[in-house]
């Protein structure tokens, strides 16, 4: 049997939400972790410290917010792997969603997850479309293709896990959820609820056995709340 640990990357600068224009904390580069993030992702390390052992396989995507998510996470740990970047736990295109958010339209909160509901609505009643180009100018993922690629990188992440192995996956919350609603047969018009209720550097954990994948727990923070909220967030 084999674990996977399922980590969602700590909070990140609003340069990783499509709000172009921000300026807010910065310290780890355009769209990485914030000063909240770091802290995040070491108290999610040193909970998992006290769990098990240590890891025998790291991954994450190629997003700064997710790699350094995993280095906060290996750090609470004596002995760690080598860490492997697999783009496949890459996030959804969040501008190519969400268009142009304004640093007041991110800080509201509410106005931007509905227009970021408005676009996650759209593009999975698109369903499969020609490429076009997107804010970067390469092509846009198709909602098919993005849930390709999340079952393409689960497969290899679960076949990582194999007999005993105990695998580390950072990525993001659209993302996780997906393989999750996969996993459970959730439908595409209730997979973006689940994204939502995702709290950063949460912990899933999935067992690997012989009948497969089997989700044990999902969406654990009761690392990082106590009674006045700790260090909670959603984004």
């Known amino acids: 049997m ?9 909070q990140a600068n609003a340069l990783a939400y499509g709000v172009s224009d921000a300026t807010d904390d910065l310290r780890n580069g355009p769209g990485g972790l914030t000063a909240t993030g770091d802290t995040q992702a070491a108290v999610s390390g040193a909970f998992l410290s006290g769990q098990i052992g240590g890891f025998t396989a790291a991954v994450s995507g ?10 906060g996470v290996l750090g609470a740990f004596e002995a760690r792997p080598d860490t ?4 496949g736990w890459n996030e959804y295109s969040l501008p190519a969603l969400v268009g142009h958010a304004s640093p007041e339209m991110y800080r509201d909160g509410r106005n931007y997850q509905q227009q970021l509901d408005k676009g996650l609505a759209a593009w999975i009643a698109v369903g499969e479309h020609d490429p076009e ?17 999340v079952r393409d990188a689960a497969a290899r992440a679960t076949e990582m896990a194999g007999s005993g192995q105990t695998v580390l996956v950072v990525s993001s919350a659209g993302t996780i959820t997906q393989w999750i609603a996969q996993l459970w047969g959730i ?6 609820k689940m994204a939502r209720s995702m709290v950063n550097a949460s ?20 690392h990082l709340s106590d009674r006045e909220g700790g260090i909670s967030t959603f984004r």
């Not at 190629?62 to 280095?71: C, K």
């Not at 439908?187 to 973006?192: A, E, F, I, L, N």
């Open 2 to 10: 084999g674990v996977i640990y399922l980590v969602r990357h700590g």
């Open 62 to 71: 190629d997003l700064p917010r997710q790699s350094q998510t995993l280095n």
């Open 84 to 87: 492997q970047v697999d783009p």
């Open 133 to 149: 180009p997107g804010p970067d100018g390469g092509p846009t993922e198709s909602y098919p293709q993005f849930q390709a690629r």
């Open 187 to 192: 439908s595409d018009d209730q997979w973006p």
């Open 203 to 222: 912990i899933t954990k999935l067992i690997v056995g012989r009948q497969g994948v089997t989700v044990v727990s999902f969406n654990e923070h009761g």
